[in-house]
């Protein structure tokens, strides 16, 4: 079993940057498919970047394709979520979430693919 607990957020300009962060407890950080959702008031949660096990594979919800970067670092079991050229349409909680993997398995891109999740950590854009 795995904990997550997400660090960043904030309130931005719009044309800001926020960097997630996403903190995992235990010793097997390294064998866990990683994603981040997010979810607005009245809307369903959707998924945002994911990211292999080892890191080598990224996907991306085409609207943030090219302005936020999944990232991890195995050593320190976090993952991060960095976001550039933030729209208020990005204004959300935002969660990260883990299932456990094999070096084979693919990005999941659906919330239910997900086995752990965190709190959420709530980022607002300002027009």
């Known amino acids: 079993q795995v904990q997550l607990v997400e660090s960043g957020g904030g309130l931005v300009q719009a044309g800001g940057s926020l960097r997630l962060s996403c903190a995992a407890s235990g010793r097997t950080f390294s064998s866990y498919a990683m994603g981040w959702f997010r979810q607005a008031p009245g809307k369903e949660r959707e998924f945002v970047a994911g990211?292999?096990?080892?890191?080598?594979?990224?996907r991306y919800v085409d609207s943030v394709n090219g302005r936020f970067t999944i990232s991890r670092d195995n050593a320190k079991n976090t993952v991060y979520l960095q976001m550039s050229s933030l729209e208020p349409e990005d204004t959300a909680v935002y969660y990260c979430?883990?299932?456990?993997?094999?070096?084979?398995?693919?990005?999941?891109?659906?919330?239910?693919?997900?086995?752990?999740w965190g709190q959420g950590t709530q980022v607002t854009v300002s027009s």
């Open positions: 979430a883990a299932r456990p993997s094999d070096y084979s398995s693919p990005i999941y891109y659906t919330a239910r693919s997900y086995d752990y």
């Open positions: 990211i292999t096990r080892s890191g080598t594979n990224k």
